[in-house]
């Protein structure tokens, strides 16, 4: 019964950036975004506990991404720097009550796309 609402993908060229958001309906302890490519399985990108205190990045992601959280507007967001076309992909938002179960519980939203394209 969670709801979550991606936003904030587009086209880009490479090193571009993008800013996405996730308005997220449930206070379980950890979030994160997911990326899939087409017709492979979804793969965590990055996911951060809902105090701050703990992150953590896909190799990928490490110094070129950073995620963050407003929660008072109960959001997280994905800043992507120096875009590469391997980073196209559909993005999708998740939350869970553990690191473990993150993006293995629940539904999932509609998802944002974003290409990186030359």
């Known amino acids: 019964d969670v709801e979550l609402v991606e936003s904030g993908g587009g086209s880009v060229q490479p090193v571009g950036s993008l800013r996405l958001s996730c308005v997220i309906s449930?206070?379980?302890?950890?979030r994160g975004w997911f990326r899939q490519v087409s017709g492979q399985e979804r793969e965590a990108v990055a996911a951060i506990t809902i105090s701050g205190s703990g992150t953590w990045y896909a190799d990928s992601a490490k110094g070129r991404f950073n995620i963050s959280q407003d929660n008072i507007k109960n959001t997280i967001h994905l800043s992507m720097n120096d875009l590469r076309p391997e980073d196209t992909g559909m993005y999708y938002c998740a939350a869970a009550p553990t690191a473990v179960t993150l993006g293995r519980v629940g539904d999932w939203g509609q998802g944002t796309q974003v290409t990186v394209s030359s």
């Open positions: 449930s206070g379980w302890g950890w």
